[in-house]
Every structure is written in structure tokens, then in C-alpha cells.
């Protein structure tokens, strides 16, 4: 998967390369630089089995309630809790940095959350919670009815008109100069006036629905209701609760597997793809993240 077509030097592009197999490692025919297959990848200088890392990839790509650390530290003969606690952050980034490419296109329904310890007051701007936004992108199926298509969920500061359009921008919209790419047209809201004013700003039709009872959120916008639940009931149920710096990891897992629900059969050879696609992120890295 690393190099599908045969070595190839990741520094100087050659394609040969001499393979010292007591220390794993190619040696560049041209440039002499030595590659191991890992490098580059979030397998780097790693010192657990690939196959264990493979068993981890395949269950967080496949549980749908996500997949406990602990659990997995015990089935994999883990030493230490810290040791699985980083493997399965650097399968997150391998996600997230994946999913970072997709953008949204056509209708968005879209919706905020707040997500951070119980017994808080609810509601826009709770104190103590983090504001999460939660974006679905819809088309007609088969039977003309709308079908959810990709997702995305975002950490920001507050539920304003700036963070709201900031992360719009992210997903699809307005200035990007990618010619014949779809754009996001229309967005579905409860008509909250952030949104209104990100509407007027950036020139799209809005469709307000009106919410009468919280209740009612999961009948008239179901599907960024579904993946609201879905990472609730993930972060709250299988990890206990996350820490505001590491939210936004969580989340894109979830958003990950919601975006290749239909590929059932490919998920684990994908994302092991997406593993080898991206660098690896550390220890210290992750510990000294801040919050949003
Ligand atoms: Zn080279």
C-alpha cells in the first residue's frame, strides 16, 4: 500500500533501491538515503506489531459505537494503557486528515451542539461546553426522497455568524476558485439569526425550519440529529467522556466511519490506506494540544 507501483525514494523519486533487510530499511540506489517502509507514515518507529495495529485499525473503522481503549490494550496484550491511548490518536488523525479533503455540496442541513460535562445549563453559549458545528450534505435518492451524503463536525468558538461562515468555507463555499467543483447552494437550518446572517453574507438560499420543541429537531433536520446522537452517545457511552482538547479527534472518527457507511467491505483496507498516507502525529504533540 506504502508504494503500490515499487519503491520509490521519497527523497530523490528514484525507483530502486537496495533493501537491507536486518534493519528494514531501502537504500536508495541514486541518493543513498535510507527509507524504512514506516517512515512517513503513523507507523514511524513504531514498536508494537503491525498486526496488532491492523486489529485496532480494523475495529475502529467497523465498531459503530467506536472502540474502547482499554479494551483493546487488554485483546492486543498492550503493556501499557498509555501505548494503545496513542495508537488509536494517531488512527484519528489518519481519519481526520482523510476526511479533510471532502468538501459538502448542494443542500447542507446544518446545526449546532454543545458537548462538555452534565448538569450545565443548555442551550447557546453554555458556559463550560464546547460549541460544536454539525453539517450533512443531502441529495435526491432513487426514490426522489433526500439521502444524506458526507458529514462533518467542527469545534469553534461560539455559534456566530464568523464561525459559522468560517467553517462553511472550510466545507465548500463561496471564494474557492476550483473550477466545475459543486459548491454548497442551500443550507437547512432552525433559523437561529447567525445563520440568517451567514445566509444574507454569502448569497445562499436558507430553509428554516421551525423548532417548536427540542423533540422536533430530530423529525425536521434527522440527519445532523442522527451524527449528533451517534457522537454522543460514542464519546459519552464507550469513552466516558473526552477531554475539550482532544474533541475535535473524537468527532472525526465518528464523522469517518458516518461518511463511509455504504463501503462496508473496503473500510479497513482504506483507512489502513489513510494510515499510510499521512504522518504520524507524537506523544507530546497530542498532551500539549490546546482546546478551541
Ligand atoms: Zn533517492
Known amino acids: 500500500m506504502r508504494w503500490p507501483d515499487g519503491f520509490v525514494c521519497p ?34 518507529k513504531t514498536r508494537t506489531p503491525l498486526l496488532k495495529w491492523y486489529w485496532l485499525i480494523y475495529r475502529m473503522a467497523t465498531d459503530k459505537v467506536g472502540t474502547s481503549v482499554a479494551e483493546m490494550q487488554r485483546l492486543l496484550e498492550i503493556t501499557d494503557y498509555k501505548t494503545a491511548w496513542l495508537m488509536a490518536h494517531k488512527v484519528r488523525k489518519a481519519m481526520s486528515d482523510r476526511d479533510a479533503r471532502y468538501r459538502l455540496a448542494g443542500l447542507v442541513e446544518l446545526d449546532e451542539t454543545f458537548f462538555g460535562p452534565p448538569g450545565h445549563t443548555r442551550g447557546r453559549g453554555s458556559e463550560n461546553k464546547s460549541t460544536v458545528l ?21 469545534v469553534v468558538a461560539d455559534a456566530s455568524a464568523k464561525s459559522i461562515g468560517g467553517f462553511l468555507d472550510r466545507l465548500g463555499c463561496g471564494s474557492d476558485t476550483d473550477e466545475g467543483r459543486e459548491l454548497i447552494e442551500a443550507f437547512r437550518t432552525d433559523g437561529w439569526k447567525s445563520y440568517r446572517t451567514v445566509a444574507k453574507d454569502k448569497e445562499l438560499r436558507h430553509y428554516r425550519v421551525v423548532l417548536r420543541k427540542p423533540v422536533d429537531a430530530g423529525r425536521l433536520l434527522p440527519w445532523v440529529h442522527r451524527i449528533i446522537s451517534n457522537a454522543k452517545s460514542v464519546i459519552r457511552g464507550t469513552h466516558r467522556g473526552v477531554s475539550d482538547k482532544h474533541l475535535q479527534s473524537y468527532l472525526s472518527e465518528v464523522c469517518y466511519r458516518f461518511n463511509r457507511r455504504y463501503w462496508e467491505k473496503e473500510i479497513f483496507d482504506r483507512l489502513v490506506k489513510a494510515c499510510v498516507c499521512t504522518d504520524t502525529v507524537t506523544y507530546g504533540q497530542l498532551v500539549n494540544r490546546k482546546a478551541l
Open 134 to 154: 454539525c453539517a450533512v450534505s443531502l441529495y435526491h435518492g432513487a426514490n426522489g426522497k433526500p439521502r444524506p451524503g458526507f458529514a462533518h463536525m467542527r
Open 11 to 44: 527523497r530523490c523519486g528514484h525507483d530502486k533501491g537496495w533493501v537491507i533487510r536486518t534493519r528494514k530499511v531501502v537504500d536508495c540506489k541514486k541518493c543513498r538515503v535510507k527509507t524504512s517502509l514506516t517512515a512517513g507514515t503513523i507507523f514511524h
